[in-house]
C-alpha cells in the first residue's frame, strides 16, 4: 500500500486538472464521446484496471479488484458514475482551457465529473485499503437522457454485479473540500415536452384580425412558472 502524502495528492490534482482542462477543450456530445472514452480508456489501463469499452455504445467501465477479503467479505462490489457528454451550447469564456468546437462546450462540468472519476480510479489503485470490487462507471449521453438506459439495455448490472452505485454533481458555491447529500431525491431531472400553437398573422394597423403567436407563448411561459413558484 503506498503512502498518502500532501505531495503525492497534489501530483495527483494537477494531473486531474490537466486532463480536465483537455476534456473542456474537446467536448463531445452524447454517443459522440468518442475521443472522451479512448482518454478513459486508456487511463483507466495506465492505472492497471479491466477495461471494457463501448458499453451502452460509448460508455466505459473500470474494474479495479482488492485481495485482503477480510472476514470473507471480499466480494462485495461498489459502483461508482460520472457522465462524460457536453452540451451543444457556445462557449464565450477566454480560459486557456475554453471549447475547440464550435457550438460545444462543458457548461454542466462533466468534464469535471470525469476527471473526478479518474482521480478516484488512480488513488483507490495506488492505495487499496478496502475489500472487494470497485466498478468505476463513465456513462455517455446523460443530457438527453439516454445514456444510462443504454448501459442498462447493455446489461450493465449483469456483467458487473454492485451492491450500490454511487454518484455525485459539482455544484459551484459549495465550499471546497465538502459535499451535500440527504435521504430521498436531492437534485432535479428534465422533462421534455412540446406545445404547438395554431396563429394567424396580421397587421399592426388591425391586429384584432390576427392571432398574436407570441403573446400566447408568453402567457403559457408564465402561467407554468406560476405553477412552479
Do not use: W
Amino acid at each position: 500500500m503506498a503512502i498518502v502524502t500532501p505531495q503525492a495528492l497534489a501530483a495527483l490534482k494537477s494531473k486531474m486538472t490537466n486532463i480536465r482542462h483537455d476534456l473542456h477543450r474537446h467536448p463531445e456530445l452524447g454517443f459522440d464521446e468518442k475521443r472522451t472514452a479512448e482518454i478513459v480508456a486508456r487511463e483507466l489501463r495506465s492505472y492497471g484496471l479491466e477495461v471494457y469499452e463501448k458499453v451502452g455504445g460509448t460508455g466505459v467501465v473500470g474494474i479495479l479488484k482488492n485481495g485482503h477479503l477480510k472476514n470473507n467479505r471480499g466480494n462485495r462490489a461498489i459502483g461508482l458514475r460520472a457522465d462524460m457528454d457536453a452540451l451543444p451550447i457556445q462557449e464565450t469564456s477566454t480560459h486557456a482551457h475554453s471549447s475547440q468546437t464550435g457550438g460545444v462546450m462543458h457548461a454542466c462540468g462533466h468534464d469535471g465529473h470525469t476527471a473526478m472519476l479518474l482521480g478516484a480510479a488512480n488513488y483507490l489503485s495506488e492505495n487499496r485499503n478496502f475489500d472487494g470490487t470497485v466498478v468505476f462507471i463513465f456513462q455517455p449521453n446523460e443530457e438527453n437522457g439516454l445514456g444510462a438506459a443504454a448501459m442498462l439495455a447493455d446489461d450493465l448490472f449483469t456483467k458487473f454485479p454492485m451492491d450500490e452505485i454511487y454518484g455525485m454533481h459539482n455544484l459551484p458555491g459549495v465550499p471546497a473540500n465538502s459535499f451535500s447529500t440527504r435521504e430521498g431525491t436531492i437534485c432535479s431531472s428534465e422533462s421534455l415536452f412540446e406545445i404547438n400553437i395554431s396563429a394567424r398573422g396580421g397587421h399592426s394597423a388591425m391586429p384584432q384580425k390576427g392571432v398574436d403567436a407570441i403573446l400566447i407563448g408568453s402567457e403559457i411561459v408564465q402561467g407554468l412558472q406560476n405553477i412552479v413558484a
